[in-house]
């Protein structure tokens, strides 16, 4: 097990934890203090992509998947953080497919910081400025190196760490990032409220997105609050429950 070490005070921060789940999906939050990590979302791009913001509430954050690829979205995204007085430290990805990368190189450039994602996808990375050529929506790709995520990593920020989960499927290299202690994982492309994600695009294969999903996911908590890659938030237990996708689990 690989430990990635990023350096953080220790403060008193908001986090949500799943009280209840109705049958309609939706969730009911009970907001308390806590030593935890918060999840700030913002939805950026044509496609809708979830591009999320972790902070221990004082100054190190953590920016997954950024996909502001207008040049208003990389404004609001900036002008938050500094609202918030927060200072990204950690730039990582789920997968690369292009929405979900858009704003890797000028997060990148803009608070110099080392792309991270998992070490078999390399091959989205390298596709992504062709399918955004083929979509309309030519983009500079992140030139920087490249930190190659495994299973079971443990990146750190400050007092908290998420842990990394491979998760292929969707893409062959796809990883989510959980974090035990705040009962959450960011899920990319791999899980959706009732859906799952996509298989009919380059490095998809649905068995093996079925296998990670059941094996991995399925594995954890019920509780456990999803953070999708598109759409509102979920949890474990009702996806086990309700998803069309996955009956008989």
């Not at 996909?67 to 990204?88: I, M, N, R």
């Not at 920087?144 to 990394?164: A, M, Q, R, S």
Request: charged share 20%; proline share 6%; with cysteine.
């Amino acid at each position: 097990m690989r430990i990635l070490h990023i350096k953080s005070g220790i403060i008193e921060k908001t986090t949500v934890q799943v009280k209840t789940i109705p049958k309609t999906g939706e969730i009911d939050f009970d907001l308390k203090k806590a030593i935890m990590l918060t999840v700030k979302r913002f939805i950026f791009n044509p496609v809708q992509e979830n591009t999320y913001v972790l902070y221990d509430g004082k100054d190190a954050c953590c920016i997954i998947d950024p996909g502001c690829y207008f040049q208003e979205e990389k404004q609001t995204l900036a002008s938050w953080l500094k609202d918030q007085h927060l200072v990204p430290t950690l730039l990582l990805n789920t997968h690369c497919h292009l929405d979900h990368v858009f704003g890797n190189k000028w997060v990148a450039d803009k608070y110099g910081l080392q792309l991270q994602f998992g070490e078999y996808e390399q091959p989205s990375f390298d596709f992504a400025p062709r399918s955004g050529e083929q979509w309309g929506m030519p983009f500079e790709q992140y030139t920087g190196e490249i930190l190659y995520l495994k299973e079971g990593d443990l990146i750190i920020l400050g007092n908290d760490e998420l842990e990394v989960l491979f998760t292929p499927g969707h893409s062959v290299g796809h990883v989510v990032f959980y974090n035990r202690p705040g009962g959450f994982i960011i899920g990319g492309d791999v899980l959706f409220r009732l859906g799952i994600g996509r298989t009919d695009i380059p490095g998809g294969d649905a068995e093996t997105l079925l296998k990670s999903i059941r094996t991995k996911l399925f594995s954890l908590p019920a509780e456990t609050i999803v953070y999708p890659g598109h759409g509102e938030p979920t949890t474990i237990g009702y996806e086990k429950e309700l998803n069309p996708f996955l009956g008989n689990v």
